[in-house]
C-alpha cells in the first residue's frame, strides 16, 4: 500500500513540477501563524490558523510591528481576521473586539509560509506490539504533525529524525481526525522489537495524506455547492431556476442572423430555417375514402402516475379480451372408399357342445381317472 501512496505522490509532483507558476505562488504564501493563544474566547487555533489578512487587506509584510499597530488602531471598536487554516486549506473571517485599555488580542504570532503544513505524515497503519503500537498511534485517524525536538521537513524529513533517536525517547505531535484532538505522544524507536522498521507503522506522505476538513463541521447537501457561483469569463447572465419567471414568452432575445459570425457555430435547431410544407393544388383536399386514424394524445395536465395508470389498464383489457380467431379448429374431410384402410374380421365366439362346454382341444386338460374302491375279500 506504501508502495502504490509513493507512486501517487510522485505523479502528483511531476504534475507540480509542469505549472511552476502555480507551484511557486503557493510556495511564496505567507502568513502571520499563531503559536499561542492565550484569550480562550477567541476562536482561534493555535498551530493551525494562520492571520493571512486584516480589515480586508492582505497581509504582505512580515514587520509585527506594523500588524500590532493596526491592531491598535482598533481600540474600542472591533478589528476582522482573515484566517486560514491548515485543516482542509479553508478560509475564514472572523470579528473580534479590541479592548481599549490593552489594546492587544493576546495570541504570540510568527511570519510563517503556509507551506509548513505541508509536511505532515498519516499513519496509515500500525503494527501489534512495536514501539508505534506501544505508544498508542492509531491508524488512519492519526496524523503526526511536528516535533517538539525541532523543525521537521521534507518526506524524509521523519525518517532522518527518528535514525537519531534510535534507543532515546522521542516526542511527536499526534493530531487525531475524529476526535479533533492534538496530543504529544512519546515512543522510543528501535530496530529490535522484532519487525521491520523502527516505528513499527506505515505513514503516507504528501498531497493524498493532507489535514482533512474536521467533522465537526457540517456537510454541505447534494447539490447545493456544486457550481452554485461557478461563472465562465464568456457567460451572460442567467436568472435562478429558483427566481420567478416573468409573464414574457422567453427570457433570451431570439438569435439574429445579421450579427451572427460565419465562424460560430450555431445549432441547426436554431439556424436552419423549417423545412419546406408540402402545397397541394388550391381547391384540392386530401383523398377520399382515407378516413383519418384517431389519435390517442395525452392531456396536457395529465401527470404520469395517471399515465401510466391509463396504460396499464388498457394492457389488461387486451390480455383478458376475447379474440375473433379463437374459434374451433374445421372437423378434418370424410374418407374416401380409396383411401379407406381393408377391413379385417374380428374371430367370432368359440362353438358350444350341447353340454354347453367350450371345445377347446388345446386347452383340454386330462382329469384323473377314479381309482376302484377296494373290497375286503
Not at 70 to 97: D, F, H, Q, Y
Not at 297 to 309: H, L
Not at 327 to 351: F, I, L, R, W
Request: proline residues 12%; charged residues 20%.
Amino acid at each position: 500500500m506504501s508502495t502504490m501512496f509513493g507512486a501517487l505522490n510522485r505523479f502528483i509532483s511531476r504534475l507540480d513540477s509542469e505549472s511552476p507558476s502555480q507551484s511557486s505562488r503557493d510556495r511564496s504564501a505567507y502568513g502571520f501563524q499563531v503559536l499561542r493563544n492565550k484569550n480562550l474566547e477567541i476562536p482561534i487555533e493555535p498551530w493551525y490558523d494562520f492571520i493571512v489578512g486584516i480589515n480586508g487587506r492582505q497581509v504582505d509584510n512580515p514587520d509585527p510591528n506594523l500588524f500590532a499597530s493596526e491592531v491598535r488602531n482598533c481600540a474600542g471598536t472591533s478589528v476582522n481576521l482573515i484566517l486560514w487554516n491548515a485543516k482542509g486549506s479553508r478560509s475564514r473571517n472572523i470579528t473580534l473586539p479590541v479592548p481599549t485599555p490593552s489594546p492587544t488580542l493576546g495570541i504570540t504570532l510568527q511570519w510563517t509560509p503556509l507551506s509548513v503544513t505541508e509536511d505532515v505524515w498519516h499513519v496509515l497503519d500500525v503494527i501489534a506490539n512495536s514501539p508505534a503500537d506501544t505508544a498508542g498511534l492509531l491508524p488512519y485517524g492519526d496524523y503526526i504533525v511536528g516535533t517538539p525536538e525541532g523543525n521537521v521537513h521534507g518526506e524524509a524529513g521523519l525518517g532522518e529524525l527518528v535514525e537519531d533517536y534510535l534507543g532515546r525517547s522521542l516526542r511527536l505531535y499526534v493530531y487525531n481526525h475524529e476526535y479533533a484532538v492534538t496530543r504529544l505522544v512519546t515512543l522510543t524507536p528501535s530496530r529490535t522489537w522484532g519487525g521491520s522498521g523502527a516505528l513499527g507503522c506505515v505513514l503516507g506522505f504528501g498531497a493524498l495524506h493532507r489535514l482533512p476538513v474536521p467533522m465537526t463541521e457540517p456537510i454541505a447537501g447534494p447539490g447545493e455547492t456544486l457550481f452554485e457561483t461557478a461563472r465562465f469569463s464568456n457567460e451572460e447572465h442567467r436568472p435562478s431556476s429558483t427566481q420567478p419567471q416573468s409573464n414574457s414568452p422567453s427570457t433570451y432575445p431570439p438569435p439574429s442572423s445579421a450579427t451572427q459570425s460565419s465562424d460560430m457555430l450555431i445549432p441547426a435547431s436554431i439556424a436552419a430555417p423549417p423545412p419546406p410544407s408540402a402545397t397541394l393544388p388550391t381547391g384540392a383536399g386530401p383523398p377520399k375514402g382515407a378516413a383519418r386514424k384517431p389519435r390517442n394524445v395525452a392531456a396536457s395536465n395529465m401527470t404520469f402516475d395517471e399515465y401510466f395508470r391509463e396504460g396499464e389498464q388498457k394492457s389488461k383489457e387486451e390480455d383478458f379480451a376475447p379474440s375473433s380467431k379463437n374459434v374451433a379448429p374445421p372437423p378434418p374431410p370424410p374418407m374416401s372408399a380409396k383411401s379407406a384402410p381393408p377391413q379385417v374380421k374380428s374371430p367370432g365366439p368359440a362353438a358350444e357342445s350341447e353340454s354347453g362346454e367350450v371345445k377347446n382341444e388345446e386347452n383340454k386338460t386330462a382329469e384323473p381317472e377314479p381309482r376302484p374302491e377296494s373290497t375286503d375279500g
